[in-house]
């Protein structure tokens, strides 16, 4: 059985360069989404949204899989909007005003009635917290701009900075703050950690 990766399939979007900023257009795919609100390094529910996350995307992968499609798929990366009633907040890091999306993206053959099995299922094999905040929603954000940064999220400031640089020159900034995950931070040393820094925005 052939494993689907969409990363390498839909490379504009899930591959994004560290040397240049880049423009790129966002078309609509489907997500499982939790909401919630402040330090994602300290948050008990951040933690527990990340967790319903995974557990029931691989409950999908693995239902699919076994299922008459027999499809096999790669999970997609986790990804976070990030932003604050006060943007002041955010700037300032200060962390415990932040208020996020975190989510992963789902196969376009996923259906919503498909998620909300697969939530039935995760919440009977595990007691997870967050599980009934999940939430399956189609999300497109248009014209972007896109750059990857390798390291810690602490050092991200420089290439943010490089990147609405970009997008001043350019347009105008507009949407939610957003990153994606590209890497396993719970194996990976943090100086090889990948994240793809994107900012929607307006020409």
């Given at each position: 059985?052939?494993?689907?990766?969409?990363?390498?399939?839909?490379?504009?979007?899930?591959?994004?360069?560290?040397?240049?900023?880049?423009?790129?257009?966002?078309?609509?795919?489907?997500?499982?989404?939790?909401?919630?609100?402040?330090?994602?390094?300290?948050?008990?529910?951040y933690?527990?949204?990340?967790?319903?996350?995974?557990?029931?995307?691989?409950?999908?992968?693995?239902?699919?899989?076994?299922?008459?499609?027999?499809?096999?798929?790669?999970?997609?990366?986790?990804?976070?909007?990030?932003?604050?009633?006060?943007?002041?907040?955010?700037v300032?890091?200060?962390?415990?005003?932040w208020?996020?999306?975190?989510?992963?993206?789902?196969?376009?053959?996923?259906?919503?009635?498909?998620?909300?099995?697969?939530?039935?299922?995760?919440?009977?094999?595990?007691?997870?917290?967050?599980?009934?905040?999940?939430?399956?929603?189609?999300?497109?954000?248009?014209?972007?701009?896109q750059?990857?940064?390798?390291?810690?999220?602490?050092?991200e400031?420089p290439?943010?900075?490089?990147?609405?640089?970009?997008?001043?020159?350019?347009?105008?900034?507009?949407?939610?703050?957003?990153?994606?995950?590209?890497?396993?931070?719970?194996?990976?040393?943090?100086?090889?950690?990948?994240?793809?820094?994107?900012?929607?925005?307006?020409?």
């Amino acid at each position: 059985m052939e494993k689907l990766d969409l990363k390498k399939q839909l490379k504009s979007v899930y591959q994004a360069s560290a040397k240049s900023v880049t423009g790129v257009d966002v078309p609509a795919f489907n997500f499982l989404m939790i909401d919630g609100q402040g330090d994602p390094n300290s948050s008990d529910h951040y933690s527990a949204a990340v967790e319903a996350l995974f557990t029931v995307s691989y409950t999908l992968k693995f239902m699919i899989k076994k299922s008459s499609a027999a499809i096999d798929y790669v999970v997609m990366p986790l990804e976070g909007l990030w932003w604050a009633d006060d943007m002041a907040a955010f700037v300032a890091d200060r962390k415990g005003e932040w208020r996020w999306t975190m989510m992963i993206m789902q196969p376009d053959f996923i259906t919503a009635q498909m998620a909300t099995e697969a939530i039935a299922a995760a919440g009977k094999k595990k007691s997870l917290p967050a599980l009934q905040q999940l939430r399956f929603e189609s999300f497109a954000e248009g014209h972007c701009a896109q750059v990857l940064h390798k390291g810690p999220f602490t050092e991200e400031g420089p290439t943010i900075d490089r990147l609405h640089q970009y997008i001043n020159e350019h347009g105008k900034l507009t949407g939610k703050h957003h990153e994606i995950y590209l890497s396993d931070i719970r194996k990976a040393a943090p100086e090889n950690w990948k994240t793809i820094i994107r900012q929607p925005m307006k020409k």
